[in-house]
Nanobody, 116 residues
Framework: EVQLVESGGGLVQVGGSLRLSCAASGFTFDDYAIGWSRQAPGKEREGLLCISSSGSSEYVADPVKGRFTISSDNAKHTVYLQRNNLRPEDTAVYYC?????????WGEGAQVTGSS
């Protein structure tokens, strides 16, 4: 059974930092590009960051450049999202995803709420 399980969400002060984790199982982790997306209330889901299966290329969306970083530990089949300098507009459900065309797997999501 394929699973992507996010953890580390919660309430975070504006300007603070938080790391999300995504533990993957049930598929060949090294063969998939891994990334993070989010969906804010009333908005469409947007892609934030993605790292290729080889780790040689990376995508970072403009709204999070310089604040969010993605990393992976292939030995642990885990991908991380480090979020710094959080803003109120970062409040959203954060989803982990794994892609290998034409297949995409999604996690259930982790709620992150910014507080002032």
């Amino acid at each position: 059974e394929v699973q992507l399980v996010e953890s580390g969400g919660g309430l975070v002060q504006v300007g603070g930092s938080l790391r999300l984790s995504c533990a993957a199982s049930g598929f060949t982790f090294d063969d998939y590009a891994i990334g993070w997306s989010r969906q804010a209330p009333g908005k469409e889901r947007e892609g934030l960051l993605c790292i290729s299966s080889s780790g040689s290329s990376e995508y970072v969306a403009d709204p999070v450049k310089g604040r969010f970083t993605i990393s992976s530990d292939n030995a642990k089949h885990t991908v991380y999202l480090q979020r710094n300098n959080l803003r109120p507009e970062d409040t959203a459900v954060y989803y982990c995803r794994a892609d290998r065309w034409p297949v995409t797997y999604w996690g259930e999501g982790a709620q992150v709420t910014g507080s002032s």
